[in-house]
């Protein structure tokens, strides 16, 4: 295989590893009290209303989940163990994102197959697309040369 048919896929390779890395960087530093109260009740489901995360719910058990979210933060517990408590308390049903173990590692595992499967697809019938390899004989020429004087 010719540097001119390998270049642009590791040109693509490599705009997509910088995108990952800069997409997956984060903020550096230390968060305050309120970011990490927001973080972890935004990975939270609201109790009552089910369809939202504690962090946009307005329902009184929202915010008595960002009470209780924000007393273990200042009690100095961690993001995981703040989580765990809550999922002792209300089930796993509570986590808004659910765990990669089991059937739930199937949510996070089928989309990344398809993309995958997806590109091996598009990567291949790339690869198998030749030009047909007709040529244009002088009855073609002769045609398209009266067009263009007449």
């Given at each position: ?11 693509l390779v490599a705009v997509l590893v910088v995108a990952l890395v800069v997409g997956t960087h984060g903020k ?123």
């Amino acid at each position: 295989m010719s540097a001119r048919r390998i270049l642009p896929w590791l040109a693509l390779v490599a705009v997509l590893v910088v995108a990952l890395v800069v997409g997956t960087h984060g903020k550096s530093g230390k968060l305050t009290v309120d970011q990490r109260v927001h973080r972890v009740a935004d990975e939270l489901r609201c109790p009552t209303c089910r369809s939202q995360s504690m962090a946009d719910s307005d329902a009184a058990a929202a915010k008595a989940g960002r009470l209780e979210i924000r007393r273990r933060v200042v009690a100095g517990e961690t993001d995981a163990q703040i989580r765990a408590s809550f999922v002792r308390s209300y089930g796993d049903d509570i986590l808004l994102k659910p765990r990669g173990q089991g059937v739930a590692a199937l949510v996070w595992a089928l989309p990344v197959v398809a993309f995958a499967a997806a590109l091996a697809g598009l990567a291949f019938a790339f690869v198998r697309w030749r030009p047909s390899g007709a040529h244009a004989t002088d009855d073609d020429r002769r045609i398209v040369r009266e067009a263009l004087d007449g």
